[in-house]
């Protein structure tokens, strides 16, 4: 009986959630701000802290984050990283050349560094502190290319430079976070610089491994039209793909998100793209909103008070002045123009789902506390909304002065 109320409980919690993520997402898109920032308040609104703690099934709350509900949430991330590589193949990736590199690095090390120094100075702990700091790494490309999109600007040499640069950003954050997710399961809060570098070269070294092998071996399997002749299966293969190379990852010491990543963009480079394009907009309706949901059903707003506002707009004020500095700046290197680069710092300020993901891990394995927690999930909800806003009003400015000139 109790494996059967603990089934029933799983089922009844992830209806909820995704139900309400869903007329959120729904919500969010009519009043044209970004759907994952309203599935995120979804899962704050009938998570086990407030709506779903109302009401009681066997003693628990009807929403009730147990590990099953948390393993799909953590599937959920492999089956976003797997999409988001699906943006990119390779050959696209090492075109960026020198600019998409030098942007996308330093807007990595800059929010990382500046992140560690600033909250271990606020009095965080070493570990606390590099979980903040890898939560503030990773640029969002989906926000930020779907702004540029939908204002005609994708072609543009800024909007090509973000791009490329935030490849380079997501994967370098990949390896942080790779890095820090080891540290938080072995304990060791005071490692050497050395043997950080060689973890990170470690890291970059297997995933270019990993993505060797995915880009020789996933087209020859995909591409055998012979043997996959019934519906769905190329799909299922693909998904196989994915997931074992999330499993390979993980036995290797890395994050399981590294694995999905380097098969999806090896699976971009194929011919069968459009048909796994399609497919995944079907996966990406089901496992997107559920894991924002799951991340956002773990804030606690009871515990809101004066110091998560003073984490909040400390993490605020790191999140945009050290992209702005680490992608911007660089930027005027290649762009030779000040209005340009700007806009790729601002750009590149969105962040996205490996501050989430970095946030779960911190919270699930008891490292951050649930005020740190909670601010960094409002910093990634709030880069989120001001990234676009800002960004119109960026190419708004411009405008008129070209009016003025013609």
């Not at 540029?148 to 040499?157: A, D, H, N, V």
């Not at 963009?265 to 924002?292: C, D, G, H, N, W």
């Not at 707003?301 to 002045?321: E, Q």
Request: proline content about 3%; some cysteine.
């Amino acid at each position: 009986m109790a494996v059967e109320s603990a089934f029933l409980h799983v089922m009844i919690t992830l209806g909820i959630l995704l139900f309400a993520a869903k007329l959120m997402a729904e919500l969010f898109h009519r009043i044209k701000l970004p759907i994952v920032l309203g599935e995120l308040i979804a899962g704050i609104i009938v998570g086990p802290f407030a709506l779903g703690g109302l009401f009681l099934l066997d003693g628990e709350p009807l929403v009730n984050l147990d590990e099953t509900v948390r393993q799909i949430g953590e599937i959920s991330a492999i089956v976003i990283l797997f999409i988001a590589g699906l943006e990119i193949t390779p050959k696209e990736f090492l075109r960026g050349g020198a600019a998409s590199f030098t942007v996308g690095s330093l807007g990595v090390i800059l929010p990382f560094f500046m992140g560690f120094y600033v909250f271990s100075a606020f009095g965080l702990e070493a570990l606390q502190s590099m979980l903040v700091a890898t939560a503030l790494t990773a640029t969002s490309i989906a926000i930020s290319i779907q702004v540029l999109t939908e204002m005609g600007k994708i072609q543009s040499p800024e909007a090509r430079l973000i791009l490329g640069a935030a490849i380079v950003d997501d994967i370098l954050a990949i390896a942080a976070l790779s890095v820090v997710t080891t540290m938080v399961q072995t304990g060791n809060v005071q490692p050497d610089i050395i043997e950080i570098a060689f973890l990170i070269m470690k890291i970059l070294g297997i995933f270019a491994a990993l993505l060797v092998v995915a880009v020789f071996v996933i087209p020859r399997i995909l591409h055998v039209e012979r043997l996959w002749r019934s519906k769905g299966s190329i799909e299922g293969i693909a998904t196989a793909l994915f997931f074992g190379a999330a499993g390979v990852a993980a036995f290797l010491g890395l994050s399981p998100i590294v694995g999905a990543f380097a098969v999806g963009m090896a699976v971009a480079s194929t011919r069968i793209i459009k048909q796994m394009e399609e497919y995944v907009s079907k996966l990406e309706i089901i496992f997107a909103p559920l894991f924002f949901a799951i991340i956002g059903a773990q804030v606690d707003l009871r515990g809101f008070n004066m110091d998560v506002l003073l984490l909040t707009g400390l993490l605020m004020a790191v999140a945009v002045s050290s992209k702005l500095a680490g992608c911007g700046l660089p930027s005027m290197l290649f762009l030779k123009d000040r209005a340009k680069s700007m806009k790729v710092g601002i750009g590149m300020i969105s962040r996205g789902e490996v501050g989430l993901i970095v946030a779960g891990v911190g919270v699930s394995s008891g490292v951050l506390s649930s005020d740190i927690y909670t601010a960094v999930i409002v910093m990634v909800g709030m880069t989120t909304i001001i990234t676009p806003i800002w960004l119109k009003v960026a190419y708004r400015k411009k405008e008129p002065e070209l009016a003025g000139k013609s």
